[in-house]
């Protein structure tokens, strides 16, 4: 699912450090600091310029002792208070000398090491832009492509410009995005194990594959061995019961229904009943799809809510429609606040952006992938492989 994804991060990437490279300025960093790293320099080097004067001078006059020797060149390099006295010593004296070019790559050498290239803030949001643009193609939030620009100009903007300008990038990214959708992780069978019947309620708008993860979740909970009932609390859309009982049919689970147009609320009670009596693990509460701005439906769910206390409540969101599913997760989470989210038809998304953003966004966890419409096609999101898929 990130495969469109990740071949424009590497684009953007490469073109950004290679412009980074390019525009980068060189700029003469005077403060006390790398006259002091400069102070630190090795001894070893001093000590063989050092002989390597004293080499020059003995070719000339072997017969002085090295100490002497530069003693004798320190004196002569004096402007001339002491005229220089034998013709002899004069060409000597001045190739030997340091000339004005040596003191300059002296000072030369000092400034290269005080002369860092960098990149100014107004630089870097230049050459951020293609990488904005990339990121924004595939859905990714604006939100976190705040925080990945804010991270990048942390280790970028006013710094010496590193060797590997790419690998500086990459690195940078790849921290961010990792703290990004490792967002509170859950550990799923260890949290459901923890009380029964464990009561989870899934929600979110028409469509986005609620009842078909319900499934899917019922399937993957029969492989760990646990018991499972569904409750229809669908009682709003025509033939929504029909298509659960279906699935329970086929999966061999328990169902509790009531009529169409009954209170969804007391379909989810008798289903959390059930449980009790019949010591079932899971209750899985199948929800109608609505929007936030759906008052009534919205007064059933906190009913639903307040009646069955949830120990999950999920938002399942469709990661194709990117922002729009980060934006209807904000507002369930402002409404029922959501303990984390599912996100469906992770199989046809080429962009791959939501979820990157989606955690970041509702500070909740993902919790599975739908990537396919087979009961097998769940996958518990994982964090790691998803910054692999992108080459981070
Ligand atoms: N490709 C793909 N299709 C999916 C996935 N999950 C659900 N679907 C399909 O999406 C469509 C809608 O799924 P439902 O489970 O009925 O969605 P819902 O949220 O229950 O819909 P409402 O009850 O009408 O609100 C169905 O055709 C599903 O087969 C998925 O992970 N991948
Ligand atoms: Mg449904």
Not at 104 to 115: M, P, V, Y
């Amino acid at each position: 699912m990130f495969g469109k994804l990740k071949e424009k991060l590497k684009s953007a990437l490469s073109i950004f450090s290679r412009k980074a490279e390019e525009e980068a300025q060189e700029k003469v960093i005077l403060p006390e600091k790398p006259l002091e790293e400069k102070k630190e320099s090795p001894p070893q080097k001093v000590i063989e310029k050092k002989k390597e004067k004293v080499k020059e001078i003995h070719n000339v006059k072997p017969e002085v002792p090295p100490k002497q020797a530069l003693l004798e060149k320190k004196e002569k390099q004096k402007p001339a208070e002491k005229p220089i006295t034998t013709e002899k010593v004069i060409p000597t004296i001045k190739s030997e000398s340091p000339p004005p070019s040596e003191k300059k790559s002296f000072f030369g050498k000092l400034k290269e090491a005080i002369t860092t290239r960098t990149i100014s803030a107004e630089k870097f949001n230049d050459l951020f832009w293609e990488l904005e643009v990339a990121l924004l193609e595939n859905n990714v939030s604006v939100a976190v492509i705040e925080k990945i620009k804010d991270d990048l100009k942390q280790e970028l903007v006013e710094k010496p410009l590193p060797r590997d300008v790419e690998t500086k990038i990459r690195e940078t990214l790849h921290r961010t995005l990792q703290e990004i959708v490792s967002f509170e992780k859950i550990d799923f069978m260890q949290t459901i194990s923890s009380k029964k019947p464990f009561i989870i309620a899934f929600f979110g708008i028409n469509g986005s594959g609620k009842t078909t993860s319900i499934a899917k979740l019922a399937y993957y909970l029969q492989q760990k061995k646990m018991s499972i009932v569904l409750a229809a609390c669908d009682t709003f859309r025509a033939a929504a019961i029909q298509q659960l009982e279906e699935h329970a049919d086929k999966l061999g689970v328990k169902m509790i229904k009531h009529e169409y147009g009954s209170d969804a609320a007391a379909v989810a009670f008798d289903a959390v009943k059930y449980a009790e009596k019949n010591k079932i693990d899971v209750v899985l509460i199948d929800t109608a799809g609505r929007l936030h701005s759906n008052t009534n439906l919205m007064a059933e769910l906190e009913k639903i809510i307040r009646v069955t206390k949830p120990h999950l409540k999920i938002f399942v969101g469709e990661s194709i429609t990117g922002n729009d599913c980060i934006e209807q997760a904000r507002q369930f989470n402002e409404l029922v606040d959501l303990d984390g989210c599912i996100l469906t038809k992770a199989d046809v998304d080429e962009k791959g952006g939501a979820p990157l953003s989606i955690a970041y966004t509702i500070k909740k966890p993902i919790l599975f992938l739908g990537v396919g419409q087979k009961y097998g096609d769940l996958q518990e999101f994982q964090p790691e492989l998803v910054l692999k898929q992108l080459g981070l």
